[in-house]
């Protein structure tokens, strides 16, 4: 009796957790991570069964995929957010035993969603996606690869289709980036007591205690996707994003303010009728708050949606 040597079926989809991981850092959009690892699916069983015994590793033939179809994604969304009605915010995730726990249907433990399958760590904080976001496609793509998932340059060179030294280049320029817009640490107990200071101050539509809070110079972004009204530029200044909440509070009688993990951080998640219509992220430093991202955009709130009618 023969043996094939075909991979097995459980071990190529096994690889699926570690692709929408890869994919959802470098686009920042759970659909657009999502359609990148079927397309990558699609492509493996495209090829003959022969050709498929033939790959010595499927795991790296997967990620090499992968990568070039987000690189190419990454090149073709920059034109779409140009087109895009406000700011392109990356979308928010859940703390996934948050999702698991409060998911319809008796909270199964198999993944019903890509956000559950994407590890939260400091590669994914709201921050951190915004520079990303500020890089070229290349520089991106070689820095994720090489400083978060740890691929050699000479790996990542075939991805990116250029030299190993050129692809080393791109991550240097890249961590030049992220370290320009780091702000010290605050630890996670700190931040979740001033996330918890600014939610009692919104609720009480106390304007003094929301200024205080927030930097001089904060800035607040949100994203409504043209589908949800919203403000269409960046909210600067303090005392005008603390008019600009007591509007929207006003405005939305009986909304509800709870505390989650956005993005592996301290957050906030508004909920209007039982159903999330905002997430809202936060960059701490100094003990006080210097960006806010709100995501309203209902197409990135898919994950939270669910949880709100749970």
Not at 62 to 79: E, F, K, M
Not at 152 to 179: D, H, K, M, N, Y
Request: charged content about 25%.
């Amino acid at each position: 009796m023969t043996t094939s040597s075909e991979p097995d079926l459980t071990a190529i989809l096994g690889e699926r957790r570690r692709l929408i991981n890869l994919a959802y850092r470098l686009l920042g959009s759970l659909s657009e991570a999502e359609d990148a690892v079927q397309e990558t699916f699609a492509r493996w069983y495209a090829l003959s069964r022969e050709r498929r015994e033939a790959i010595e590793s499927p795991g790296a033939w997967l990620t090499t995929v992968t990568g070039r179809i987000c690189l190419d994604v990454l090149g073709s969304a920059r034109v779409r957010r140009e087109r895009y009605v406000g700011a392109w915010i990356p979308d928010p995730l859940p703390d996934r035993t948050e999702w698991t726990s409060g998911r319809a249907g008796g909270g199964r433990a198999e993944p019903a969603d890509p956000a559950d399958q994407v590890t939260l760590d400091e590669s994914v904080n709201m921050a951190f996606l915004v520079v990303l976001e500020s890089m070229t496609p290349a520089e991106r793509v070689a820095f994720i690869l090489h400083d978060i998932f740890r691929y050699p340059f000479s790996e990542v060179a075939e991805i990116v289709g250029r030299t190993p030294a050129a692809c080393r280049q791109l991550a240097s320029s890249a961590r030049q980036r992220i370290r320009a817009a780091q702000s010290p640490a605050v630890p996670m107990a700190g931040q979740a007591r001033l996330v918890r200071q600014f939610k009692e101050a919104w609720e009480a539509k106390d304007i003094a205690a929301l200024v205080g809070l927030l930097d001089p110079d904060a800035t607040m972004t949100a994203d409504g996707g043209g589908l949800v009204g919203t403000v269409l530029r960046p909210v600067e200044g303090s005392e005008r994003i603390a008019e600009y909440l007591i509007h929207i509070a006003g405005k939305a009688p009986g909304l509800t303010l709870l505390e989650r993990t956005v993005n592996g951080r301290p957050g906030l998640v508004a909920q209007h009728t039982g159903v999330t219509v905002t997430v809202a992220a936060f960059s701490l430093a100094d003990g006080r708050v210097t960006r806010i991202w709100a995501i309203r955009n209902p197409e990135k709130l898919r994950p939270w949606t669910a949880k709100g009618r749970s």
